[in-house]
């Protein structure tokens, strides 16, 4: 099966950084020139937030792996987030701009049983 490319944005603090997210049967990769590979082995939790649960809450996890961006994300009607939690406990996120949460919940729902 081939992989599922997508662009999107990688949330690193206060900045953002426009990637490509490759979704393969073995993990994620990340990334334009420079990429990193998470296998899915390494992935311990993934959270998908659509703009519906965006403007309903912040939790904790958001707010550690946003920052700032947490605020603004959950006032966005247009971005989905997914928070990758990797057994390391480094949290990973990426924003998916117009797609809906059910878009992206669609994207990663061949893969979520390697996890």
Sequence with gaps: M?????????????SKKAVN???????????VIKKMAIPW???????????SSNTSRITATRLVALGVFALAARKSTSETLV?????????????????????????FAP?????
């Design 41 to 51: 082995s390494s992935v311990s939790d993934v959270a998908i937030y659509g703009p």
């Design 83 to 107: 928070i990758f939690t990797l057994q390391s406990g480094e949290i990973i996120t990426v924003i998916f701009s117009k797609k809906t949460e059910l878009q992206v919940r669609a994207i």
């Design 21 to 31: 997210i490759e979704i393969i049967p073995g993990g994620i990769v990340i990334g």
């Design 2 to 14: 081939l992989g599922n490319i997508h662009s999107g944005f990688l949330v690193n603090g206060s």
């Design 111 to 115: 893969y979520i049983g390697n996890i």
